[in-house]
């Protein structure tokens, strides 16, 4: 069986915990997706498009990649899809927040990783994306949400096979060795 071609995800949302009275991400819904396979161009999905989305995702060639996908994202489009699909996906997810927790047993921003092994910050803050696509400024939550698929694949090929990665430590920074 051939590998996995690396394939990175983010999604914004149309609102925030606080404006859906603190409701799980599942409450959250869908603004848009970016899903950039790794030597592609970045593909979007609005919530219209969430079937699309979901062919997409379940291509079996496919590893999916990105960061708090397993706890955030998938839960963000759970009631788009039919029952099982998440944990379908599950097996194929790597979250590299999910796995650099495995090392420090801390969960890391994305933002700050980027800072640290790319010397790049964030497009965006991304309490902002939901505000800012609500006010029609659709295309900076594109580029903002491309960016943090770009940064997540980014760091997966850090680590692979076997990498450094750097994560903020107390008032410093450490740098951690990655099998993944």
């Known amino acids: 069986m051939p590998p996995l071609k690396p394939a ?3 999604l914004e ?5 606080e404006e859906t009275e603190g409701t799980p991400p599942a409450c959250q819904r869908l603004a848009v997706a970016c899903l950039l396979i790794d030597g592609e161009q970045p593909v979007f999905f609005e919530e219209k498009d969430s079937f699309e989305l979901l062919k997409q ?29 998440v944990e379908e996906l599950a097996p194929r997810t790597f979250d590299t927040m999910l796995e650099l927790a495995r090392y420090t047993r801390k969960w890391h921003k994305l933002g700050d990783l ?6 790049e910050k964030k497009l965006e803050n ?15 939550v594109k580029a903002y949400c491309a960016h943090d698929t770009l940064l997540a694949l980014r760091l997966y090929k850090l680590g692979t096979p076997y990498g450094k990665i750097r994560v903020p430590h107390g ?10």
């Open 126 to 140: 991304s309490r902002e994306a939901p505000s800012l696509w609500r006010n029609g400024e659709r295309e900076r």
């Open 57 to 85: 995702l379940a291509r079996k060639d496919l590893l999916l990649i990105g960061h708090n996908i397993l706890k955030f994202d998938y839960e963000v489009l759970r009631p788009y899809w039919p029952a099982g699909v």
């Open 114 to 119: 980027a800072q640290l092994n790319f010397g």
């Open 13 to 17: 949302t149309l609102f925030l915990p």
């Open 8 to 10: 990175a995800f983010d």
């Open 171 to 180: 008032s410093g920074v450490r740098e951690i060795l990655v099998s993944w």
